[in-house]
């Protein structure tokens, strides 16, 4: 049994429905639904293997689902057709290692997908991300390497190359987890800001403070299923989740 | 190169033909295929000793380029291909300006390699008759009698070309360096 989503008013940005995923005998995704509104903010957590980074990967087709439909904005996620090129260049992707091009720098990293997919002229790609790289706090870092920067920066070159293509959606997987603590908060400063802006988001992330002035929702994964979906509130204090509200007192 | 890419590129068809084509022609000694190509090919299809020659070494050396290319490709991380694709690249976009220019630095010292053997085993080629230098050596040798002075100077002259050959991919290295990155030595 999942857990029903609070119905939305509006169509939802991003609809899962009945995606399961397994890799030999383990079930990465057992049945899961989930629908993400326009602007919303939802941050998935659990324990590790519990499925958290196979969802967010299936939702812009890096990894293909067993079974079940995904919609980002009423397109169909579909990874075997041509059509999924497109759909991605409208989903924003940040990694945990950030997997930045290192042989071009900060700027040609953020302006190199506007050129050759979109199909902007140079001028206008590297237009557009000295735009983001400003967005970004990093207007004096385009000339560098990745190799040059720190974790901190890197990530948020990596945002920033996302948000170049103009996505609909920003997915992150766990985006602070290979930075030290003093580069988190730069990190979490910049998506904070992109939430505040009305981007709408799905992150996977253990980030207490950031979770709860951040999230709209949380989604408590455990075993391939979405266990509990609530406010940040609902789900800490409230008495309905008791095995979610566990899993934060010992994490937090 | 574009066989080297067929080992990359998801179409089964095209990987077994590049399988195929590494397999087969890196298992076969080259002046068999010297021979194979003058002799065979070369009698269907009219070719005189200079294009069998060429065409023999060059397609046998593909062969091993291929290979280098595909190990190339290979050392790139997979994130790189997950980061170029969640940004709406094609595979072919992907490959063009984010796994290659990166492969390349890995494939260069290798490659060098290759087109120093292929240069020298295109002595190989005076068996069909082609006038190459050793060949070349051979008939002043057989003329004037005179085999260390000969044999130095074609030796001298091998090793000039080559050290050419190396001198120009170590600049190739130099140029395709980036700081802090990658698998280059030479900075410039």
């Not at chain 2, 100077?153 to 170590?170: F, K, P, Q």
Request: charged share 20%.
């Amino acid at each position: 049994m999942t857990t029903p989503d609070s119905s939305q008013s509006k169509d939802p940005m991003v609809t899962a429905r009945g995606l399961c995923k397994r890799y030999g005998d383990f079930v990465a995704l057992d049945h899961v639904d989930l629908d993400v509104a326009p602007s919303e903010v939802v941050v998935l957590v659990g324990p590790s293997g519990a499925g958290k980074s196979t969802f967010i990967r299936c939702l812009n087709g890096l990894e293909s689902v067993d079974a079940g439909t995904i919609t980002v904005d009423g397109q169909n996620v579909d990874t075997h057709d041509e059509s999924i090129h497109q759909i991605r260049a409208q989903i924003g992707m940040v990694f945990q290692q950030f997997n930045l091009f290192p042989h071009l720098t900060a700027l040609e990293n953020v302006a190199l997908a506007p050129r050759v997919v979109v199909g902007l002229t140079r001028a206008e790609a590297i237009e557009r991300a000295k735009e983001q790289l400003n967005r970004v706090g990093l207007s004096d870092k385009t000339n560098n390497y990745p190799a040059e920067l720190s974790g901190g920066q890197q990530q948020r070159v990596a945002i920033a190359r996302s948000l170049a293509m103009q996505p609909k959606v920003m997915l992150f997987d766990e985006p602070t987890s290979a930075l030290d603590a003093e580069m988190i908060g730069e990190v979490l400063g910049v998506m904070r800001d992109l939430a505040k802006s009305g981007m709408t988001m799905i992150l996977v992330s253990h980030e207490l403070g950031f979770v709860r002035d951040v999230a709209g929702r949380v989604a408590f994964f455990e075993n391939g299923r979405i266990l509990a979906c609530d406010t940040p509130k609902n789900l800490l204090n409230g008495d309905a989740h008791a095995r979610a509200r566990e899993f934060f007192q010992r994490v937090w | 190169m574009l066989i080297g890419l067929t080992a990359v590129v998801r179409s089964r068809l095209l990987n077994a033909i590049g399988r195929v084509y590494v397999d087969v022609l890196r298992g076969v000694p080259l002046l068999v295929q010297i021979f194979f190509i003058y002799f065979g090919l070369g009698k269907v299809l009219n070719l005189d000793r200079f294009t069998a020659g060429v065409l023999a070494v060059g397609v046998g050396y593909s062969a091993y380029l291929a290979e280098i290319i595909r190990a190339g490709v290979l050392s790139i991380a997979v994130g790189q291909h997950e980061a170029a694709a969640s940004l709406g690249m094609s595979r072919a976009q992907a490959l063009r300006h984010v796994i290659l220019p990166q492969a390349v630095r890995t494939i260069l010292p290798p490659t060098a390699n290759e087109f120093i053997a292929c240069l020298k085993d295109s002595s190989l080629v005076s068996i069909i008759g082609l006038r190459e230098l050793t060949r070349a050596g051979r008939e002043y040798y057989s003329q004037y009698f005179v085999d260390f002075q000969t044999w130095l100077i074609v030796g001298l002259i091998y090793l000039a070309m080559t050290l050419l050959l190396t001198r120009l991919t170590r600049r190739l290295e130099r140029r395709f360096a980036v700081k802090g990155f990658g698998t280059v030595g030479a900075r410039p």
